[in-house]
């Protein structure tokens, strides 16, 4: 089963732009890439999904490397609230749901 | 609001006990899924749902059973066959299985060992 890559743990400033990497290299044709966050205690909540092109929408976007073995999720202008720990996973149509450890964002004021 | 409710918040098993973790959802959603996440760990699956009366195991579903017998409701028991049942359980739906559908998440049970 294809896997992610995740660095554990990135820090940011309040107000910047932030940039969180996912590696993907044994992607399959049918994997779509999806973003999810998850604060403590809580379930994880969806932020983004793209197949092939990038993807944009009220939270984050999306970028997919032209090859698909990587991706990035881009926090425009982080805020306290978006400290978390973000998954990125891959999924088909076979019910196939890798997750990985993620990565904990830190959100320095 | 529509969304996916798991009760109860907190539960304690006792020894060779079998309990049942209630997840419902008001989201018309087809598939539904169930994960154990272990601290500082990822999700893993334990069952899933397509439709109305199927499910499939996941990757750990050993000493954990399932029913879908109504759209809305997926149970989990976790029974005394599962050896370290301490976990944070989180039950998911999508509208389906397919892989550009993204899941919901409910709020999770915490499980523990008395």
């Known amino acids: 089963d294809a896997k992610t890559t995740q660095p554990n743990s990135m820090e940011s400033n309040e107000e910047e732009p932030v940039h969180l990497p996912c590696n993907h290299s044994?992607?399959?044709?049918?994997?779509?890439i999806h973003w999810y966050r998850q604060l403590p205690s809580q379930g994880p909540e969806y932020v983004i999904h793209?197949?092939?092109?990038?993807v944009n929408n009220r939270m984050a976007s999306l970028a997919i490397a032209e090859d698909r073995k990587s991706s990035t999720l881009i926090l425009h202008r982080a805020t306290l609230r978006d400290a978390a720990v973000y998954y990125c996973i891959l999924r088909n149509s076979n019910y196939q749901l890798i997750w990985g450890a993620g990565t904990k964002l830190i959100i320095k004021p | 609001d529509g969304g996916i409710t798991q009760s109860p918040k907190y539960l304690f098993r006792k020894e060779g006990q079998n309990v049942t973790l209630s997840c419902e959802q008001n989201l018309n959603h087809d598939a539904m899924y169930w994960y154990r996440q272990d601290p500082g760990q990822g999700l893993r699956l334990i069952y899933y749902?397509?439709?109305?009366?199927?499910?499939q195991k996941g990757d750990i579903a050993e000493g954990y059973s399932v029913s879908r017998e109504k759209k809305e409701s997926f149970p989990l028991t976790v029974t005394s066959a599962q050896k370290n049942p301490t976990a944070f359980y989180l039950c998911?739906?999508?509208?389906?299985?397919?892989?550009?559908?993204?899941?919901?998440f409910g709020d999770g049970t915490r499980l523990s060992i008395l």
């Open positions: 749902s397509q439709i109305v009366n199927d499910f």
């Open positions: 044994t992607i399959s044709g049918t994997d779509y």
């Open positions: 998911a739906s999508s509208i389906s299985g397919m892989g550009n559908q993204p899941q919901h």
């Open positions: 793209g197949l092939t092109s990038n």
